[in-house]
C-alpha cells in the first residue's frame, strides 16, 4: 500500500488536463497546482531522513510496475499535447488564457516529460532510450540526451560541467549559463562521436 504514493506524480497530468479543458483563469491550474498546493503539502506532510533498506531497493527493482508507471508517461504526455492543440486550434481564447495554457503544457512538459526522459535515459534498452528521447522531442530538449550522458557523468562538479553551478553563481545566471553551455556541448560531442566514426554531420563517409 505504502507504493500508492507514486501514483501521486500523475496528478500532474490531471492538473494539466484540467487547464486545457478551462477557460479563463481554470486554464492556470496547472500552475496554482505546482506552485501553490504541492508546496502546501510538502510543508503539511513533512520530510523524512531515513532511506530505503537494501532489502526494498533490491525487491522494488524486480517490480515491473515501476517501469510501467514511466513507459506510461509517454502516451499521457503526447495525449495531452494532442488534446491541447485540438483545444486551442478549436477555441477562441483570450490573451491570458493563451499564457495560461502554455504555462500549464510547459509544466506538463518539465515534470512528466524531461523528468521522466532523464531517468530513462540512463537505462540500457533501445526501447527505454527511445521513449527517453521521445519526451525529450516536445521539450525541445533532445540535446540533453547527449549532453548529460556523455559529458555531465564524466566531467560532474568540475569547470567543464555546463549543469555544474559556480561558486556564488545566482540561480538565474546559472540557469541561462546552463542551458546554452549544455547545448554547444552537445555539439560538440556528437561531432567528436561522428569524426571517431568516420562519418560528418550529415552522416556519409568521410
Same mark, same amino acid.
Given at each position: 500500500?505504502?507504493?500508492?504514493?507514486?501514483?501521486?506524480?500523475?496528478?500532474?497530468?490531471?492538473?494539466?488536463?484540467?487547464?486545457?479543458?478551462?477557460?479563463?483563469?481554470?486554464?492556470?491550474?496547472?500552475? @496554482?497546482? #505546482?506552485?501553490?498546493?504541492?508546496?502546501?503539502?510538502?510543508?503539511?506532510?513533512?520530510?523524512?531522513?531515513?532511506?530505503?533498506?537494501?532489502?526494498?531497493?533490491?525487491?522494488?527493482?524486480?517490480?515491473?510496475? @515501476?517501469?510501467?508507471?514511466?513507459?506510461?508517461?509517454?502516451?499521457?504526455?503526447?495525449?495531452?499535447?494532442?488534446?491541447?492543440?485540438?483545444?486551442?486550434?478549436?477555441?477562441?481564447?483570450?490573451?491570458?488564457?493563451?499564457?495560461?495554457?502554455?504555462?500549464?503544457?510547459?509544466?506538463?512538459?518539465?515534470?512528466?516529460?524531461?523528468?521522466?526522459?532523464?531517468?530513462?535515459?540512463?537505462?540500457?534498452?533501445?526501447?527505454?532510450?527511445?521513449?527517453?528521447?521521445?519526451?525529450?522531442?516536445?521539450?525541445?530538449?533532445?540535446?540533453?540526451?547527449?549532453?548529460?550522458?556523455?559529458?555531465?557523468?564524466?566531467?560532474?562538479?568540475?569547470?567543464?560541467?555546463?549543469?555544474? #553551478?559556480?561558486?556564488?553563481?545566482?540561480?538565474?545566471? @546559472?540557469?541561462?549559463?546552463?542551458?546554452?553551455?549544455?547545448?554547444?556541448?552537445?555539439?560538440?560531442?556528437?561531432?567528436?562521436?561522428?569524426?571517431?566514426?568516420?562519418?560528418?554531420?550529415?552522416?556519409?563517409?568521410?
Amino acid at each position: 500500500m505504502r507504493d500508492l504514493k507514486y501514483l501521486f506524480a500523475y496528478t500532474m497530468p490531471l492538473s494539466a488536463l484540467v487547464s486545457f479543458s478551462s477557460t479563463g483563469m481554470w486554464t492556470y491550474s496547472t500552475v @496554482f497546482y #505546482a506552485f501553490l498546493v504541492l508546496p502546501i503539502l510538502d510543508v503539511i506532510t513533512g520530510q523524512t531522513t531515513e532511506n530505503l533498506e537494501v532489502e526494498d531497493i533490491t525487491y522494488k527493482k524486480t517490480q515491473w510496475i @515501476f517501469d510501467a508507471m514511466l513507459y506510461l508517461n509517454v502516451p499521457i504526455v503526447f495525449g495531452l499535447l494532442a488534446y491541447a492543440l485540438h483545444t486551442v486550434q478549436a477555441g477562441n481564447f483570450a490573451t491570458y488564457e493563451w499564457v495560461g495554457l502554455v504555462l500549464s503544457g510547459g509544466i506538463l512538459l518539465a515534470t512528466n516529460g524531461i523528468n521522466v526522459a532523464h531517468e530513462l535515459g540512463h537505462r540500457t534498452t533501445l526501447i527505454e532510450r527511445l521513449m527517453s528521447k521521445a519526451l525529450y522531442m516536445p521539450c525541445l530538449y533532445m540535446h540533453f540526451f547527449i549532453e548529460h550522458n556523455y559529458g555531465h557523468h564524466l566531467h560532474v562538479a568540475t569547470p567543464e560541467d555546463p549543469a555544474t #553551478a559556480r561558486y556564488n553563481q545566482t540561480v538565474y545566471g @546559472f540557469w541561462f549559463t546552463s542551458v546554452t553551455r549544455q547545448y554547444v556541448s552537445a555539439w560538440k560531442l556528437q561531432m567528436n562521436l561522428l569524426k571517431r566514426q568516420g562519418l560528418t554531420f550529415f552522416l556519409g563517409q568521410e
